[in-house]
């Protein structure tokens, strides 16, 4: 074999390996329409989301596959596919059918698909997650594909939250279930992230920033919600204030007690001392 028949040889079976991975790339885009239409009739929608699921599995031979430049080759394109497949089953997430069990049962398949992935999946669920309706189901993924990474989670929850703004939009459910799951951790960059949130537009994304800001259990956070509570119209938000105050033994700042009790819930008063109690 000559200098040049080698160079041939190898090119031959780069292109072998091109021309397998577009085939495998083809058969995810076969199944990615069926599977992330709502109108598509059930059972097809079903066999498309298995299809995904299959060509999101781990490789078989792994292990026999990475003894060999060729094998490693073939191996690194599999994981691009199975990465791929599981983001079209991402999109699964976007929609609701009836019945709802039949709903959650798909949903549930294209979860499993998905986490078959484990921390390959974050990159196509960043994207998914910056533009999606709701993310209950991706913030599943997340936490199931960190683990106990808890310090991982939470700065891709803050990382999210951070698309975010304060003001009006028509469609808030992600910035709140954001804000609901940020009630359930504890870390330093919690409450500098959620600090804004405590004066948004929306009643409900402010009730749950307030729950977010007192699981810190970090009196840093003081000024902050006193200098909110002064204005805040919604008297469920005002009593998960004084509710979290009272039960950190917080004090409110002098200068602010006597305005702030204009705005107490009527089974809460400040003592000498600025702390909030609840009445008996």
């Given at each position: 074999m000559g200098f040049l028949d080698f160079f041939k040889k190898s090119d031959n079976k780069a292109d072998k390996l091109n021309q397998k991975g577009a085939q495998v790339r083809r058969e995810v885009a076969r199944w990615a329409d069926t599977a992330t239409n709502k109108r598509a009739q059930n059972h097809d929608r079903q066999e498309a989301i298995a299809a995904l699921c299959d060509l999101a599995q781990p490789a078989e031979n792994a292990a026999e596959l990475e003894s060999t430049e060729k094998g490693r080759a073939q191996l690194e394109e599999h994981e691009a596919t199975r990465v791929e497949a599981a983001g079209v089953l991402l999109r699964?997430?976007?929609?609701?059918?009836?019945?709802?069990?039949?709903?959650?049962?798909?949903?549930?398949?294209?979860?499993?698909?998905?986490?078959?992935?484990?921390k390959g999946i974050l990159e196509?669920?960043?994207?998914?997650?910056?533009?999606?309706?709701?993310?209950?189901?991706?913030?599943?993924?997340?936490?199931?594909?960190?683990?106990?990474?808890?310090?991982?989670?939470?700065?891709?929850?803050?990382?999210?939250?951070?698309?975010?703004?304060?003001?009006?939009?028509?469609?808030?459910?992600p910035k709140v279930q954001l804000l609901v799951e940020l009630e359930e951790h504890k870390d330093a960059r919690i409450r500098e992230v959620v600090t804004p949130f405590l004066l948004d537009v929306n009643e409900t994304a402010r009730f749950h920033a307030v729950g977010a800001t007192l699981a810190q259990d970090d009196a840093e956070a003081i000024p902050a919600l006193v200098d909110m509570f002064v204005d805040?119209?919604?008297?469920?938000?005002?009593?998960?204030?004084?509710?979290?105050?009272?039960?950190?033994?917080?004090?409110?700042p002098e200068d602010k007690r006597a305005e702030m009790r204009k705005s107490l819930p009527s089974e809460f008063s400040i003592d000498g001392e600025g702390k909030i109690r609840r009445k008996s």
């Open positions: 699964r997430f976007n929609f609701v059918i009836d019945p709802t069990i039949t709903d959650a049962e798909e949903k549930q398949m294209a979860f499993e698909g998905v986490q078959s992935v484990g196509p669920l960043r994207a998914y997650a910056a533009k999606a309706d709701s993310l209950s189901w991706a913030i599943k993924v997340l936490k199931n594909a960190l683990g106990d990474d808890e310090e991982a989670i939470v700065a891709e929850l803050v990382d999210w939250l951070s698309k975010w703004d304060t003001d009006y939009a028509k469609f808030i459910d805040e119209e919604s008297l469920r938000v005002r009593t998960r204030v004084c509710d979290g105050f009272a039960q950190r033994g917080w004090a409110v």
